[in-house]
C-alpha cells in the first residue's frame, strides 16, 4: 500500500497523487502544469504510468491545476470513473470547455507561424470533444458521502471551502488486514471567506497531505480589508475614474459581486455601473447561484433577504465582445470585472490598454499574481507596459488588496492540522519550496509533528506508517 506524488511536489501546480492499494490503482487529482512556457511543455509528456491500470480518479476541485489533464488521461485509455462533488463537475464542464477553446486557438496561431517557417504543425493538447468524453467519466457525489471507488477503498469528501465544490478527501484503505485512512487537504480554503463554509474539521488520519501556497504568510484580517476596498472606491469616485478589477472567473469574481452587494450602501455604490465583462463569469456565477446549498450562513441569509446574492441594481453582464467594446467609451464610474485574473489575456488587457495612460483610472489588484505576468508588472510599479504591440504608460492608480485569498494562510494551515488528535505524520504539497518549508518549520515546531516535503515521483509506504 503506497502513495507516489507525481505533480505539485515542491511546486505549486500539476497536481496529481497515485495511490496503490492491493491490485487496485487510482489517482487523487490530474492537474495541468502551469507557469512558463518551458514549464508548460511538460503537460505535453507521456502520464509516469499506464493510464489504462488507473481504476478511478477522485478529484478534489475544478480549478485546472488540479482537473486540467482529465482530458489527456482519458485520451490516453483511462476507463474508469472520475469520483467528484457535484459542484465541481458542474464547473469543471466550463472550465476544461473554456481550456480546450484557448489551446486549440493557440495551437492554430502556433501552426501558422511553424508554416511560415517550413515547420511541422502541432497538435492541440485536446479538443473540445475530448472534454466532452471525459464528463461522461465523472461520477458525483455529496459531501459526507462515503463511497468505495474501487475494492478495499472507501473515499468521502468534505467541504475545503476553497471554490463551489471543493472538498478535502478522507481514504479509508484497507488491505488483508492492514487498514490506513489517509486525508487529502486538498485546496483549503480561508476561514471567513464571503460565501462558503469553513474548511471542514477532521480529526483522525494515519497520514495527512496538505497544500502549503501560503505556508510562509499571514492574510489581513477580514475587516482591514473590506475598509481598504471601501477607500479605494471612495477616492476612485472623487477623482472621477474607471475601477478595473482583473478577477479569476471561478470564486473571486462571485465574492466581488456578492461584496459589493453587502457593502452598496456604505460604499456609495449606486453611484458607479459595474460591468462584470467575461461570459466564462457569467456562467460560473450562474452555477454559484445554481448551488446555494452549499453557501455559509451569511450567504444564505443574504439569499434569504435579496433574492441573489450576486446580483447588484446596476450590473449589467456583458457576454458579446461588441458589448465589450462598448464599455471602452465610458470615461468615470465603471468597475469593470473582467478576466483573466492575472492579466496574462482576456478583456482585462483590452481596458487596460485605454485606461492606464489616465492618472482617474484605478485598478484594484485582488488576486495571486505570479512573477512575468502583466499583473505582476503593475503590482511591481513598472512605468510603461507593452500592450498589443504599443507601450503604455502607467498613470493609473494601482492598489493591492492583499486580504483576498481563496487559500488558508500559514496560521490556518497549522489550525486545521492542528485538529488531528495523534499529531499524524504530513506531507506538504502544492506550495514553491520557501512556503512548504516555512510551514514544516512551523508544524514541527508547534506539534512536534513529522513533516516530509516529498520530490515529483517520491513513493511513500503506507504499510509502514
Ligand atoms: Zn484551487
Ligand atoms: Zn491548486
Known amino acids: 500500500m503506497e502513495i507516489q506524488f507525481l505533480g505539485a511536489a515542491r511546486e505549486v501546480t500539476g497536481s496529481c497523487y497515485l495511490f496503490q492499494v492491493d491490485k487496485y490503482r487510482f489517482l487523487v487529482d490530474c492537474g495541468l502544469i502551469q507557469g512558463t512556457f518551458e514549464h508548460e511543455k511538460k503537460n505535453w509528456e507521456p502520464f509516469p504510468f499506464n493510464p489504462r491500470e488507473i481504476d478511478a480518479v477522485v478529484l478534489t476541485h475544478a480549478h485546472l491545476d488540479h482537473s486540467g489533464r482529465l482530458p489527456l488521461l482519458v485520451k490516453a485509455g483511462f476507463r474508469g470513473f472520475i469520483y467528484t462533488h457535484r459542484a465541481t463537475a ?53 459531501y459526507g458521502e462515503a463511497t468505495e471507488i474501487v475494492p478495499g477503498v472507501t473515499a468521502t469528501l468534505h467541504d475545503a471551502g476553497h471554490i463551489l465544490g471543493s472538498a478535502m478527501v478522507e481514504l479509508d484503505l484497507a488491505e488483508g488486514d492492514l487498514a490506513r485512512k489517509v486525508v487529502l487537504s486538498g485546496d483549503l480554503g480561508h476561514a471567513g471567506a464571503p460565501i462558503l463554509d469553513d474548511p471542514a474539521v477532521l480529526t483522525e488520519a494515519d497520514l495527512v497531505v496538505m497544500e502549503s501556497t501560503y505556508g510562509d504568510r499571514c492574510h489581513r484580517p477580514w475587516e482591514a480589508t473590506w475598509a481598504e476596498m471601501g ?24 465574492e466581488l459581486l456578492y461584496v459589493l ?17 467575461s461570459p466564462m463569469a457569467i456562467e460560473t456565477t450562474a452555477l454559484y447561484r445554481q448551488y446555494a446549498g452549499l453557501y455559509d450562513r451569511a450567504a444564505k441569509a443574504a439569499k434569504e433577504n435579496h433574492g441573489d446574492p450576486f446580483s447588484l441594481p446596476n450590473l449589467r453582464l456583458t457576454k458579446t465582445p461588441e458589448e465589450s ?33 489616465h492618472e482617474q483610472c484605478h485598478v484594484l489588484i485582488v488576486g495571486f499574481q505570479a512573477r512575468g505576468t502583466l499583473g505582476r508588472s503593475l503590482v511591481d510599479g513598472a512605468k510603461t507596459v507593452h500592450l498589443f504591440g504599443e507601450d503604455v504608460p502607467v498613470r493609473a492608480q494601482i492598489h493591492t488588496v492583499g486580504g483576498l485569498s481563496a487559500h488558508a494562510d500559514q496560521a490556518g494551515l497549522a489550525e486545521w492540522y492542528g485538529h488531528f488528535k495523534k499529531r499524524p505524520p504530513v506531507a506538504l504539497v502544492h506550495g514553491e519550496p520557501e512556503a512548504m518549508d516555512a510551514l514544516a518549520e512551523h508544524l514541527r ?20 506508517l
Open 445 to 464: 515546531g508547534k506539534f512536534q509533528a513529522r513533516v516530509s516535503c516529498p520530490e515529483v515521483g517520491e513513493r511513500l509506504s503506507l504499510s509502514s
Open 231 to 254: 477607500e479605494i472606491i471612495q477616492s476612485a469616485h472623487s477623482n472621477k475614474g474607471n475601477i478595473l478589477v482583473p478577477a479569476f472567473a471561478v470564486g473571486r469574481t462571485q
Open 90 to 142: 458542474s464547473l469543471c464542464r466550463v472550465m476544461l470547455e473554456d481550456a480546450a477553446y484557448l489551446n486549440v486557438k493557440e495551437v492554430e496561431r502556433n501552426n501558422r507561424y511553424r508554416a511560415r517557417n517550413g515547420k511541422e504543425p502541432i497538435e492541440p493538447l485536446y479538443t473540445q470533444d475530448d472534454v466532452y468524453t471525459t464528463e461522461r467519466h465523472f461520477k458525483t457525489l455529496d
Open 325 to 357: 467594446m462598448r464599455i471602452n467609451d465610458i470615461r468615470a464610474g465603471a468597475i469593470i470585472i473582467a478576466g483573466s485574473g492575472m492579466c496574462t489575456g482576456g478583456r482585462i488587457v483590452h481596458h487596460l490598454k485605454r485606461n492606464l495612460a
Open 261 to 277: 452587494g453587502q457593502h452598496f450602501q456604505e460604499w456609495g455604490l449606486h453611484e458607479w455601473y459595474v460591468f462584470l465583462d
